[in-house]
């Protein structure tokens, strides 16, 4: 069973650019869920997807956009970056709406 | 605003004995917690869920909840210096946008040897 992956690990970015970032959910899994951390900081939800629809969404501006796939992948994409959208980028699978949830090893966004 | 409360920490204990890790949360109706572990530069590993009142037992980790005081706890038995790492309480909140699983600032654990 393979588990959640997420590419790319890093990457580095300059203010006012787009990013992308991509999650592929654990076999079986049909929810994805976005969070973002800060140092020092628990996880942040950002957004979760269910059979492709938004199936909720936390305090980020509409520059936070997702998609998720009819294979339960998904996206993230920030656009117009600022610096405070420096973070670990994680995302997290679950084989249904408020299950329990797995991490992906995160993308690290580091943005100049 | 729904909320997750932890003590930052550190919490330091020595090897072989007991650490007690606590969670308090706001909404009233969330039925389903969970604590999570976390390596430094690592992501999150679940540790235990737990959803009805009382304990839950694996391993050396004991789950408590008391949907009345709205109040979550970890209990590490026999603490080994590996268990040393950032632990994360969450709880799912249910509103009308959908669903989110709503986390603390983590409490960091040091167990010395």
């Known amino acids: 069973e393979t588990g959640v992956t997420q590419s790319p690990t890093h990457l580095i970015k300059t203010r006012g650019q787009q990013v992308t970032l991509r999650c592929s959910s654990q076999?079986?899994?049909?929810?994805v869920s976005w969070y973002q951390q800060a140092l020092g900081q628990g996880p942040q939800f950002i957004f979760q997807?269910?059979?492709?629809?938004?199936?909720g969404r936390g305090n980020f501006p509409p520059r936070f956009s997702g998609l998720q796939f009819p294979n339960y992948s998904s996206e993230l994409n920030v656009n117009a970056l600022e610096l405070d959208d420096s973070a670990l980028y994680l995302c997290?699978?679950?084989?249904?709406?408020?299950?329990?949830?797995?991490f992906g090893p995160g993308t690290r966004l580091l943005v100049l | 605003q729904k909320e997750v409360e932890q003590n930052s920490g550190p919490l330091s204990v020595p090897e072989g004995a007991i650490a007690s890790l606590n969670c308090t949360y706001s909404?009233?109706?969330?039925?389903?917690f969970f604590w999570y572990r976390q390596y430094s530069g690592k992501s999150p590993e679940l540790i235990m869920s737990?959803?009805?009142?009382g304990d839950k037992e694996d391993g050396r980790f004991t789950a408590q909840l008391n949907k009345a005081s709205q109040y979550v706890s970890l209990l590490i038995r026999d603490s080994q210096p590996s268990d040393s790492a950032t632990y994360l309480c969450?709880?799912?909140?249910?509103?009308?946008?959908?669903?989110?699983?709503?986390f603390g600032k983590g409490t960091t654990l040091s167990v010395s040897s």
């Open positions: 076999s079986g899994h049909n929810t």
């Open positions: 909404d009233r109706v969330s039925q389903s």
């Open positions: 969450a709880v799912n909140i249910y509103d009308q946008a959908g669903t989110a699983l709503i």
């Open positions: 737990i959803y009805s009142n």
């Open positions: 997290a699978s679950s084989d249904s709406v408020g299950e329990t949830q797995y």
């Open positions: 997807y269910y059979r492709e629809e938004e199936n």
